[in-house]
């Protein structure tokens, strides 16, 4: 009699800075109750990934849970997976930091478990083909990608059945499909049905399928905890697959290998899970996506086309949001420097802050907060922070010191000043802070966001308006957390960064430029910048040079934690019809913990802000501990919180990402003064 084998694995992550109660909360409503009733059908096994961030956590929080897991990969129950230890996406990262992560996973599944991992689990199934002699080589032989992966290739099964063999340079590798059909079904039908469509792909012999899933969606998606444990879901399931074992049964990945051959040799293009190719797209390209895939579903030969159809390419988040392109280019320039120094490349603490900050989900954006979570990209900064302090310290022996390159390829010089206490990193383009990392608290005050149209913004108003359906995959979720979300679906025509030059109506308002009107930024034009060296320190000197306005934007910079700018008008035709305006974006995690001290006033943040005829503001954030002091020539003031509208699991959400606080000269001198400084509180 044939039989179906089913090999069923989950994923369990959390990203790197996410917040404890998080981390606890997903520990008691997803990871802990699957294992705890995984444990009572020791017939039903399973294939477990769980990312270096949540094994840290459970090792501090909860150890008795990996003495559980431990006595069930012991008993052949599960069998554990490796992977890049701090999650990050491996095709993004340079090859030394793929190995080494890799790895650091497979030494700790070695330790703990006492077993030699076998397979690995690629991070958002981001898949590039050379991916399969990197695996090889890091002593690993098989792996999960969607079927849709295979499908790109051009491969037309109904259902992909088995695993597949594949290689790059001569080295090969096992690939396992993952079931898109399961992957909806379970745990989204009921546990009958999903045990039937098991059986269903029964053929002559014995047949081998697979789902590797996101295990928070055993508890932790949205119904998911009521549907899975409350109305015992997951029980029934593995009730039924123990009942039914003569016709399914469970089966781990090496013991497939062992008892299946593999059905051919494939080679799998560049490609992630379906829905990931759509977010990637921009919202004019996607919406085009959108009409062609309809065009196809509704044609009599969709089934014969829709294989052809795919959206974009993972890496292109990093030309989608200019931000993110930031980080990781930072990221990369980082490690770059530290694999190239050999006083430094075998340090264990660098090396630890700077794989920290791989951990992908701050580096792109789809149906989950991902970059658009202030504390997640934070986190990210802090670790860069950290490890960029510890290589000055072993390498760098005078500050301040200037370097000068476009590391981030877009077209535009960076200029990194530094000193033992600030990053500070000016861009040609609109001769722009676009880094202020205040290394005394490892914390980026340019970690902030510019808002721009997403794909799912059409979706907002209709969403509010969604009655939900129960129990659903992720995917199908439409809804709004709060009312009124198409209110802030406002879009910046210029990156929110910091020294930002804008020319301004002088009847502009609060609500103008909160809304972006009456706004002529200079920050999109590119300015002559010169660096000289002194004894006292740095000077930049930015020119920018147009009919009818022509000044000169000195940055001075030292060894203490401030910088100084000064502007020099020599004309100013332009400024009869607009006033001249600096615009800092401060990225503070939360503005509740804000207060402004001007006047002798101290102000709490509650909203928007207007401040008249000021020379001095000063910013206290009892989060973080850090003080901003301002400095300005005689100014108006205009101060507002950021917002934006994404998505996350949960529905459409606004989210605080920073404070924008602009200084409006008034007065007609040839000259304009502001400066910052930072301290520490306490």
């Given amino acids: 009699m044939s039989k179906v ?27 802990a109750p699957f294992i705890d009733i995984l444990e009572k059908y020791p017939l039903v096994k399973c294939n477990l990934h769980i990312t270096g961030p949540l094994y840290d956590w459970i090792i501090s929080h909860r150890k008795h849970f990996m003495d559980k897991i431990k006595a069930m990969v012991k008993k052949g129950q599960l069998e554990i997976i490796s992977g890049g230890y701090y999650e990050p996406i491996l095709p993004i990262i340079p090859d030394e930091d793929k190995y080494s992560q890799i790895e650091l996973m497979n030494k700790f599944i070695k330790n703990q478990f006492n077993k030699n991992p076998a397979g690995i689990w690629i991070a958002e199934r981001v898949w590039e083909p050379y991916l399969a002699r990197v695996i090889h080589n890091s002593s690993l032989s098989y792996t999960f990608l969607d079927d849709t992966h295979f499908r790109y ?23 396992f499909p993952i079931s898109k059909t399961l992957r909806y079904k379970i745990p989204f039908s009921q546990a009958h049905e999903a045990v039937e469509l098991l059986k269903s792909f029964a053929n002559n012999g014995d047949t081998l399928i697979t789902l590797f899933d996101d295990g928070e969606k055993f508890g932790l998606w949205p119904h998911t905890f009521d549907w899975v444990y409350n109305k015992g879901w997951l029980d029934s399931f593995f009730k039924l ?14 013991e497939a290998i062992k008892k299946f051959s ?33 065009y196809i579903t509704d044609n009599p030969k969709s089934v014969q086309w829709k294989n052809f159809l795919r959206g974009g390419f993972f890496r292109n988040f990093s030309a989608k949001y200019p931000r993110i392109n930031f980080m990781h280019k930072k990221m990369l320039f980082l490690s770059n420097k530290i694999h190239a120094q050999r006083k430094v490349k075998d340090s264990k603490s660098i090396l630890k802050h700077l794989w920290r900050a791989q951990c992908n989900c701050g580096y792109w954006h789809g149906i989950f907060g991902g970059f658009y979570l202030g504390h997640i990209r934070a986190a990210i900064y802090e670790n860069l922070i950290k490890a960029e302090k510890e290589f000055d310290a072993r390498v760098l022996k005078n500050f301040p010191i200037a370097e000068r390159r476009d590391f981030n390829f877009d077209g535009y010089e960076e200029i990194t000043l530094k000193n033992r206490h600030l990053i500070l990193t000016l861009s040609e383009k609109g001769a722009t802070i676009v880094e202020l990392s205040y290394k005394d608290k490892c914390f980026n005050l340019l970690n902030t966001i510019t808002r721009q149209e997403e794909s799912y913004h059409s979706r907002v108003s209709k969403a509010a308006q969604e009655k939900e ?13 709060e009312k009124g979300l ?52 740095i000077s930049l000197r930015c ?43 401060i990225y503070l995690p939360s503005k509740d913990s804000v207060k402004f001290l001007t006047k002798g006033d101290s102000l709490s943040f509650d909203g928007n802000m207007v401040l008249n005829n000021i ?68």
């Fill in 543 to 585: 020119r920018y040079k147009e009919e009818g306005l022509d000044f000169l934007k000195k940055v001075s910079f030292a060894n203490n934690p401030s910088f100084d700018v000064e502007y020099v008008f020599s004309k100013t035709a332009l400024l009869e019809d607009y006033y001249f305006g600096v615009e800092f974006n």
């Fill in 153 to 175: 290739a051009g491969l037309s099964e109904e259902e992909f059945l088995g695993y597949y063999t594949t290689e790059d340079a001569g080295k090969e590798i096992f690939v």
């Fill in 615 to 682: 020379d001095s503001l000063v910013i206290k954030d009892s989060f973080t501990g850090i003080e901003i002091n301002f400095n300005v020539s005689l100014s108006d003031v205009f101060v507002v919180p950021l917002y934006s509208v994404s998505s996350s699991e949960a529905g459409f959400e606004k989210a605080y990402q920073q404070i924008t606080v602009l200084f409006i000269r008034k007065e007609r001198s040839s000259s304009y003064r502001v400066t910052c400084r930072l301290r520490k509180e306490g």
């Fill in 469 to 481: 359906n129960g129990i659903s995959t992720i995917h199908d979720i439409i809804r709004a957390k």
């Fill in 262 to 294: 593999p059905k051919s040799l494939v080679y799998l293009p560049t490609a992630s899970y379906e829905e990931m190719g759509e977010w990637v797209l921009a919202p004019g390209v996607f919406r085009s996506f959108e009409e062609l895939q309809k």
């Fill in 241 to 254: 697959l123990t009942r039914n074992i003569n016709a399914v049964e469970t089966i781990t990945a090496s």
């Fill in 486 to 537: 198409e209110n802030y679906l406002i879009y910046d025509n210029y990156e929110k960064v910091s020294l930002v030059d804008n020319l301004l109506r002088k009847d502009i308002s609060l609500e103008d430029f909160s809304k972006q009107k009456k706004v002529n930024t200079l920050s999109n034009f590119r300015y002559q910048v010169s660096l000289s060296k002194r004894k006292s320190g």
């Fill in 5 to 31: 084998y089913f090999l069923f694995g989950v994923h369990n992550h959390q990203p790197v800075g996410n917040f404890d109660y998080v981390f606890e909360d997903a520990f008691n409503r997803c990871y």
